[in-house]
């Protein structure tokens, strides 16, 4: 079981607005930056958003991210089939002088 | 670039050994990470290398692991002893940045640990 909890899985529709949560400690999203994910199958791993809030170049502004205490979100607004994909919360974890992962949410475009 | 090479099959008590060949910069400047998924699991991390000689490995791996790294072939490695089937994993090679997040990651390569 991760230290930092997302639901298993979340969906939506075209078009909606989903939010992904991943809750954690004072250790880790507490105290440091989290970091989200979008994997798919096959696939290389992306980060979409690093510094709790911040999207690369290239990411479109549909993916935004927020953190409030020991907990962080990732909003995906505007959903597309393609943004079908697990995702995953990350962050150091002081107390484990480890990186974590949350257990990934496996998002569904319906 | 990052693409990881090694075997696709270890048999359990030996050890798993992979290199991440990397491509487009040198690997001299950053941290380098290794992490794994099991089939239908989430991601682990393994641990960073810096060229420098530094390491820093997950606590529940520290005892197996050994990363290492040679900057004239732009290639850095990852050593698990005494393996196991919960081993079995997709194993990728990421640069690490110096605030904690693996950008870009290769391709990643199965490991089955099977006898």
């Known amino acids: 079981q991760s230290v930092l909890t997302q639901p298993p899985s979340a969906s939506g529709t075209p078009g909606q607005r989903v939010t992904i949560s991943c809750s954690g400690s004072s250790s880790n999203i507490g105290s440091n930056y989290v970091y989200w994910y979008q994997h798919l199958p096959g696939t290389a791993p992306k980060v979409l958003i690093f510094?709790?809030?911040q999207r690369p170049s290239g990411v479109p502004d549909r993916f935004s991210g927020s953190k409030s205490g020991t907990s962080a979100s990732l909003a995906i607004s505007g959903l597309r089939s393609e943004d079908e994909a697990d995702y995953y919360c990350a962050g150091w974890d002081d107390s484990l002088s480890s990186v974590l992962f949350g257990g990934g949410t496996k998002l569904s475009v319906l | 670039q990052l693409q990881e090479s090694g075997p696709g099959l270890v048999k359990p008590s030996e050890t798993l050994s992979l290199t991440c060949t990397v491509s487009?910069?040198?690997?001299?400047?950053?941290?380098w990470s290794w992490i794994r998924q099991p089939a239908g699991k989430g991601l682990e991390w393994i641990g960073r290398f810096y060229p420098s000689g530094s390491t820093h490995y997950s606590p529940s791996l520290k005892s197996r692991v050994t990363m290492s790294g040679d900057v004239s072939k732009n290639q850095f490695s990852l050593k698990l002893k005494s393996v196991t089937a919960a081993d079995t994993a997709v194993y990728y090679c990421a640069r690490m940045s110096s605030l904690g997040w693996f950008d870009p990651w290769g391709q990643g390569i199965p490991v089955t640990v099977s006898s």
């Open positions: 487009g910069g040198s690997i001299s400047s950053y941290y």
């Open positions: 510094k709790n809030d």
